[in-house]
Antibody, heavy 120, light 108 residues
Framework: EVQLVESGGGLVQPGGSLRLSCAAS????????MHWVRQAPGKGPVWVSR????????NYADSVKGRFTISRDNAKNTLYLQMNSLRVDDTAVYYC?????????????WGQGTLVTVSS | DIQMTQSPSSLSASVGDRVTITCQAS??????LNWYQQKPGKAPKLLIY???NLETGVPSRFSGSGSGTDFTFTISSLQPEDIATYYC??????????FGQGTKVEIK
């Protein structure tokens, strides 16, 4: 069974930093693209970032480019999101998501999410 | 960037009713259109992929159709457990994924 378990969320002040982790199990982690998707309270999901299987290629939404960094450790089956210069509008539940790796690249497995609150 | 326009934003229907949600892309996305169900406090769940393919384990009352810019999601017979918010989502082959605004489905 595929499992994705996020951690690292919490309350942080504007301008602060936070690192999210996602522990993956039940599949060959190193064979899949992985994503972070966030959802602000009462809003729809928004794609944040994507990383290639070996970490060689990454992509970001314009809203986080230059502030967030996605990375992975395939030996530890773990995905990360380093978030710097956090803003109030980064407040959201952050989901770790597996890519199907099939043409169309749908999101076929999601973690339970971790809440990040940016507030003074 | 490709924009997704989903409608309606909410709907109320009776158990057993046929429910239809539409999603329009701002440009041709061939069939790279997926549908997700999200229940309160839970992560989204993939229901339909590539516009019309049912994800494994999803009840057959859910279906999708369309290609190009216009897509439709249908629940053929609404059940109480289908109360949720539904989102369309597209992939544009340029490493960008976009969700629609969502449709909240309630029981009348």
């Amino acid at each position: 069974e595929v499992q994705l378990v996020e951690s690292g969320g919490g309350l942080v002040q504007p301008g602060g930093s936070l690192r999210l982790s996602c522990a993956a199990s039940g599949f060959t982690f190193s064979s899949y693209w992985m994503h972070w998707v966030r959802q602000a309270p009462g809003k729809g999901p928004v794609w944040v970032s994507r990383i290639h299987t070996d970490g060689s290629s990454t992509n970001y939404a314009d809203s986080v480019k230059g502030r967030f960094t996605i990375s992975r450790d395939n030996a530890k089956n773990t995905l990360y999101l380093q978030m710097n210069s956090l803003r109030v509008d980064d407040t959201a539940v952050y989901y770790c998501v597996r890519d199907s790796m099939i043409v169309g690249h749908r999101f076929d497995n999601w973690g339970q999410g971790t809440l990040v609150t940016v507030s003074s | 960037d490709i924009q997704m326009t989903q409608s309606p934003s909410s709907l109320s229907a009776s158990v057993g009713d046929r429910v239809t949600i539409t999603c329009q892309a701002s440009q041709d996305i061939t069939n790279y259109l997926n549908w997700y169900q999200q229940k309160p406090g839970k992560a989204p769940k993939l229901l339909i992929y590539d516009a019309s393919n049912l994800e494994t384990g999803v009840p057959s009352r859910f279906s999708g159709s369309g290609s190009g810019t216009d897509f439709t999601f249908t629940i053929s017979s609404l059940q109480p457990e289908d109360i949720a918010t539904y989102y369309c989502q597209q992939y544009d082959n340029l490493f960008t994924w976009t969700f629609g605004q969502g449709t909240k489905v309630e029981i009348k």
